[in-house]
């Protein structure tokens, strides 16, 4: 991806032609494109409408994020190009100012967008970017089912709402995996877990497991390198499910899984019970580490610092095997590969993927379907699933 001012692609470069267009020019190009206009490595923001300024607000860590877009003259549309590596996806929102002020707005062009926590973004699908086929719904695959439940957990001192995801044909007493999945119900909502879970499943790339979907009241105290949570893991949930359950309860049979400080959560879990948790995934990670002289800079990641810190000072062998993914589009990118390295010196087998994406709830979703066989693979999972940079 370059930083510096792209130049148009023939899709403007032929109004810029005849300046001023034609109305019936504009009319023509908008109702004959899809936007933004990807042309090769070249993709073209677009916007069509009285304004004073444009800019492309992202989600791309290195790219200035105020990117003016240039006005075609004598008329009210706008264009930024940009470089996008083949098979990026950017997340995005224009910022127009008007006489009345300056809007925030998903583009009124694009009907793709992607929601998450916060609201909704635009989406840019550069050139070989694909939704996976193991991510869409599918009516003729079987579907598992999904059940709310209320677990009373000593070492928090409350109750806490979980959602058992059981695979299609599920029977009592059988054997399952069981994957402890932070931030469930986002996986659920914004990366469309069960649908994927599904499809691996049913295409017999991963093996049958059940899903365990926490949805905790406040992440940041759960999530930072908790002792509470992780003994409400390891010695209260997990036991408790695999006895209600009938599973089977061996080390490689337990996973961890979470995104951002869900995956910060995993592995702290996992360094506190060594070989408790023979699976974890951890997605884009915010695995700090470095000097903590200034604890006024670092607040409230400081635990998370001071962990990865131990962690890379005296690594540990705590799981048989773990998937990392991370976005090249990230601030994290730098920590997730920095603990590569760390990971793979304990002797555990590791996989990493870099993604041309940002921190989403669709880059992960878009990871899974090589995090998962790799994890808990079925009948007809890869072979090898090598250091991939997807």
Same mark, same amino acid.
């Given at each position: 991806?370059?930083?510096?001012?792209?130049?148009?692609?023939?899709?403007?470069?032929?109004? @810029?032609?005849?300046?001023?267009?034609?109305?019936?020019?504009?009319?023509?190009?908008?109702?004959?494109?899809?936007?933004?206009?990807? $042309?090769?490595?070249?993709?073209?923001?677009? +916007?069509?409408?009285?304004?004073?300024?444009?800019?492309?607000?992202?989600?791309?860590?290195?790219?200035?994020?105020?990117?003016?877009?240039?006005?075609?003259?004598?008329?009210?549309?706008?264009?930024?190009?940009?470089?996008?590596?083949?098979?990026?996806?950017?997340?995005?929102?224009?910022?127009?100012?008007?006489? $009345?002020?300056?809007?925030?707005?998903?583009?009124?062009?694009?009907?793709?967008?992607?929601?998450?926590?916060?609201?909704?973004?635009?989406?840019?699908?550069?050139?070989?970017?694909?939704?996976?086929?193991?991510?869409?719904?599918?009516?003729?695959?079987?579907?598992?089912?999904?059940?709310?439940?209320?677990?009373?957990?000593?070492?928090?001192?409350?109750?806490?709402?979980?959602?058992? +995801?059981?695979?299609?044909?599920?029977?009592? =007493?059988?054997?399952?995996?069981?994957?402890?999945?932070?931030?469930?119900?986002?996986?659920?909502?914004?990366?469309?877990?069960?649908?994927?879970?599904?499809?691996?499943?049913?295409?017999?790339?991963?093996?049958?497991?059940?899903?365990? @979907?926490?949805?905790?009241?406040?992440?940041?105290?759960?999530?930072?390198?908790? !002792?509470?949570?992780?003994?409400?893991?390891?010695? $209260?949930?997990?036991?408790?499910?695999?006895?209600?359950?009938?599973?089977?309860?061996?080390?490689?049979?337990?996973?961890?899984?979470?995104?951002?400080?869900?995956?910060?959560?995993?592995?702290?879990?996992?360094?506190? +019970?060594?070989?408790?948790?023979?699976?974890?995934? @951890?997605?884009?990670?915010?695995?700090?580490? =470095?000097?903590?002289?200034?604890?006024?800079?670092? !607040?409230?990641?400081?635990?998370?610092?001071?962990?990865?810190?131990?962690?890379?000072?005296?690594?540990? +062998?705590?799981?048989?095997?773990?998937?990392?993914?991370?976005?090249?589009?990230?601030?994290?990118?730098?920590?997730?590969?920095?603990?590569?390295?760390?990971?793979? !010196?304990?002797?555990?087998?590791?996989?990493?993927?870099?993604?041309?994406?940002?921190?989403?709830?669709?880059?992960?979703?878009?990871?899974?379907?090589?995090?998962?066989?790799?994890?808990?693979?079925?009948?007809?999972?890869?072979?090898?699933?090598?250091?991939?940079?997807?």
């Amino acid at each position: 991806m370059t930083t510096s001012r792209t130049a148009p692609g023939p899709a403007i470069e032929a109004l @810029l032609a005849s300046v001023p267009p034609s109305d019936e020019q504009i009319d023509r190009f908008l109702e004959s494109h899809s936007f933004p206009v990807v $042309e090769g490595e070249r993709c073209t923001f677009v +916007y069509h409408g009285d304004a004073i300024d444009v800019r492309l607000r992202h989600w791309v860590y290195g790219l200035p994020n105020d990117l003016p877009f240039e006005r075609i003259p004598g008329t009210d549309l706008w264009y930024r190009a940009l470089e996008l590596s083949e098979g990026a996806r950017v997340e995005y929102k224009l910022e127009v100012t008007e006489g $009345e002020g300056t809007r925030l707005i998903e583009d009124p062009l694009n009907p793709l967008r992607a929601e998450d926590p916060f609201g909704a973004n635009s989406v840019c699908r550069a050139f070989g970017y694909e939704v996976p086929a193991w991510a869409l719904p599918d009516p003729d695959v079987a579907a598992g089912t999904l059940e709310d439940r209320v677990f009373r957990s000593r070492s928090l001192a409350g109750s806490r709402n979980i959602t058992l +995801y059981r695979p299609a044909g599920f029977e009592q =007493g059988r054997p399952y995996p069981i994957l402890a999945v932070h931030d469930g119900g986002d996986y659920l909502r914004y990366a469309g877990l069960k649908t994927v879970l599904d499809n691996l499943i049913h295409g017999g790339e991963v093996a049958p497991l059940v899903a365990v @979907l926490m949805h905790p009241p406040d992440r940041m105290a759960q999530y930072r390198d908790s !002792g509470p949570h992780a003994v409400y893991l390891a010695e $209260e949930l997990i036991p408790w499910l695999e006895r209600d359950l009938s599973l089977g309860g061996a080390p490689q049979a337990r996973g961890l899984m979470g995104a951002s400080l869900g995956a910060v959560a995993s592995l702290s879990t996992a360094i506190r +019970y060594p070989g408790t948790f023979g699976r974890l995934l @951890l997605q884009s990670g915010s695995f700090a580490h =470095g000097k903590v002289d200034a604890r006024a800079e670092i !607040g409230p990641f400081l635990p998370i610092v001071e962990m990865v810190n131990r962690f890379r000072e005296e690594p540990l +062998y705590v799981s048989e095997r773990v998937f990392v993914s991370c976005g090249l589009h990230e601030s994290l990118i730098e920590e997730n590969r920095a603990l590569i390295p760390v990971l793979e !010196g304990t002797g555990m087998s590791v996989r990493y993927v870099e993604a041309r994406d940002g921190h989403n709830w669709e880059n992960w979703r878009d990871r899974l379907g090589v995090a998962l066989p790799f994890l808990f693979p079925g009948p007809r999972a890869p072979v090898h699933l090598g250091d991939i940079h997807a």
